[in-house]
């Protein structure tokens, strides 16, 4: 047993370092003994049944972190039902929260409706004003994300105004980003994430205030400034580098390649994918590897030779030859469609105007994929 809650405890930690597919091995090495039942009194019961839920819970956290959202529910629904044979309220409304948020967040909207009036209905019988906050901020969420911003930023203010009641810093910095995302490109959104992150480097709170600066990073590209999502990315990246997310290291690499690229700052282009390839092979990641062949062949833009077409052109191919053995991931795909556009781009300079055809053709065909995932 306490073997199983060591693992609980480490997949917890690997989770928040951004490990999650090691942290959900150890979740399932705890869950499988924690699951093992005994006979007592003509009736089989589980060893630990709250430990159990706890393991559960932290497990569905990592399935709806890589993506793997039906084993995220499925996980909540066991926990939902032993805390409903154990009689633990107070768990119940938790797992029902949860529940709420995962299928709100995936279009199951009625069901999730049903999970968070039964979560707030319980919390807010059993005087849980924490939990009637949170259930608020998951309704918030799940608002604005299908797109139903007045509605999802009334009830994210609500969630504010409690937790500010409760003076629960961590959960006002959680709000105020929340807020700053469902403002959509606006200035208004800059200025909420600019309290979360106030707020985070209060509590030192350093995952937090990474995952604000990547928000900060994203909004401010979405309002055309490109210098302050570069500068928000490399506060981003080096919060990552310190916190020892690797994961994270590797999307702010790819980010701020992809801000650069588009700013035309092609010397500091060059030096962050010469690290995003080192970190990619050091991972032995085929995609960030992609990305980083790719973006050392737009380098070559800033080169005079009379070659440099053919050079960028290979290099390129190297690219997409990589992005063609994970074909059907996202990441993959796109930059795939992004290496088929920029050799149909050295084709034309070139001169080769059937080669740069088939190459548009291949982007379309890249393009219309990633439309339909």
Same mark, same amino acid.
């Given at each position: =047993?306490?073997?199983?809650?060591?693992?609980?405890?480490?997949? @917890?930690?690997?989770?928040?370092?951004?490990? @999650?597919?090691?942290?959900?091995?150890q979740l399932e090495q705890a869950k499988e003994f924690l699951a093992k039942s005994i006979e007592f009194e003509n009736n089989s019961i589980f060893l630990d049944p709250h430990e159990l839920s706890q393991a559960l819970s932290e497990l569905a956290h990592g399935y709806?972190?890589?993506?793997?959202?039906?084993?995220?529910?499925?996980?909540l629904q066991q926990a939902e039902k032993i805390s409903i044979s154990v009689g633990d309220a107070a768990a119940l409304a938790t797992y029902q929260a949860n529940l709420g948020l995962v299928l709100g967040l995936h279009?199951?909207?009625?069901?999730?409706?049903?999970?968070?009036?039964?979560?707030?209905?319980?919390?807010?019988?059993h005087?849980? =004003?924490?939990?009637?906050?949170?259930?608020?901020?998951?309704?918030?969420?799940?608002?604005?994300?299908?797109?139903?911003?007045?509605?999802?930023?009334?009830k994210l203010n609500?969630?504010? @105004?409690?937790?500010?009641?409760?003076?629960?810093?961590?959960?006002?910095?959680?709000?105020?980003?929340?807020l700053g995302i469902a403002s959509g490109a606006s200035q208004q959104g800059i200025v909420h994430l600019e309290s979360a992150l106030l707020i985070h =480097?209060?509590?030192?709170?350093?995952?937090?205030?990474?995952?604000?600066?990547?928000?900060?990073?994203?909004?401010?590209?979405?309002?055309?400034?490109?210098?302050?999502?570069?500068?928000?990315?490399?506060?981003?990246?080096n919060l990552q580098r310190e916190i020892g997310n690797l994961a994270g290291v590797k999307l702010s690499l790819l980010s701020l390649c992809f801000e650069l690229d588009g700013a035309n700052k092609l010397h500091d282009l060059q030096v962050y994918s010469g690290e995003l390839e080192e970190v990619a092979r050091k991972s032995n990641d085929i995609?960030?590897?992609?990305?980083?062949?790719?973006?050392?062949?737009r380098c070559m833009r800033a080169e005079t030779g009379g070659d440099?077409?053919? =050079?960028?052109?290979?290099? @390129?191919?190297?690219?997409?030859?990589?992005?063609?053995?994970?074909?059907?991931?996202?990441?993959?795909?796109?930059?795939?469609?992004?290496?088929?556009?920029?050799?149909?781009?050295?084709?034309?300079?070139?001169?080769?105007?059937?080669?740069a055809l088939q190459a548009k053709k291949e982007e379309a065909s890249y393009r219309e994929r990633l439309r339909k995932q």
């Open positions: =047993r306490q073997r199983a809650q060591a693992e609980v405890l480490l997949g @917890t930690i690997l989770i928040n370092a951004g490990e @999650t597919d090691g942290a959900i091995n709806e972190l890589v993506g793997k959202w039906e084993r995220s529910v499925d996980c279009s199951q909207l009625q069901e999730a409706s049903l999970k968070l009036k039964a979560s707030l209905e319980g919390r807010k019988k005087g849980n =004003r924490l939990g009637v906050a949170e259930c608020l901020l998951s309704e918030g969420i799940i608002e604005y994300k299908q797109g139903n911003a007045k509605e999802g930023m009334t609500q969630a504010l @105004t409690h937790f500010k009641e409760l003076q629960d810093k961590r959960a006002m910095a959680n709000v105020y980003m929340h =480097r209060e509590v030192n709170d350093l995952i937090g205030e990474a995952d604000v600066l990547k928000s900060m990073a994203i909004l401010h590209a979405r309002l055309s400034s490109s210098d302050a999502a570069c500068k928000a990315w490399q506060d981003c990246l995609d960030a590897l992609a990305a980083s062949q790719f973006f050392k062949a440099r077409h053919n =050079r960028a052109i290979a290099m @390129t191919q190297t690219a997409l030859d990589l992005c063609r053995k994970n074909p059907n991931s996202q990441q993959s795909i796109e930059i795939a469609a992004e290496c088929c556009k920029f050799m149909s781009e050295n084709f034309n300079s070139m001169g080769r105007e059937a080669d």
